[in-house]
């Protein structure tokens, strides 16, 4: 691992955790929520616009929550695999405050910035 402790990367991993399981609801609880809008049922035409609408926003919210899930796992298989805390690009290691505020991140700061300012 990096030069961090074994209690630090207790906390990181505890919150990892947690917010895997709050993910987990959150993805159950919006495929239940998200059901296909019926054409048939009788309601008005801006009735069934903002249930399209609400349908929409849903699914897009599944989709970056999916996304998290999926960061926060692979988070979980680097600290079992004694691999976070580098970066996936550089190989540097990742300041403790990034890793504290986004546990997840595969990348250091400098690495995402470069990044996103190509994408």
């Known amino acids: 691992m990096t030069e961090f402790d074994l209690r630090q990367i207790d906390e990181i991993k505890a919150l990892l955790l947690t917010r895997r399981a ?9 495929e239940n929520g998200s ?16 249930a399209l609408q609400q349908q ?3 699914q897009a919210s599944q989709q970056v929550a999916a996304q998290r899930l999926k960061q ?3 988070a979980l ?4 695999s004694e691999a976070y805390g580098f ?3 550089c190989e540097e290691a990742i300041e403790l405050a990034r890793l504290k505020a986004r546990p997840e991140a595969p990348f250091c700061i400098d690495c995402q910035t470069s990044r996103e300012r190509k994408s």
């Open 22 to 30: 709050e993910l987990e609801r959150l993805i159950e609880n919006s």
């Open 35 to 50: 059901k296909p809008v019926s054409l048939e049922q009788p309601i008005g035409r801006l009735s069934r616009m903002d």
């Open 56 to 58: 929409s926003m849903s």
């Open 72 to 74: 926060i796992r692979a």
């Open 77 to 80: 298989q680097r600290i079992e």
């Open 87 to 89: 970066c996936l690009e």
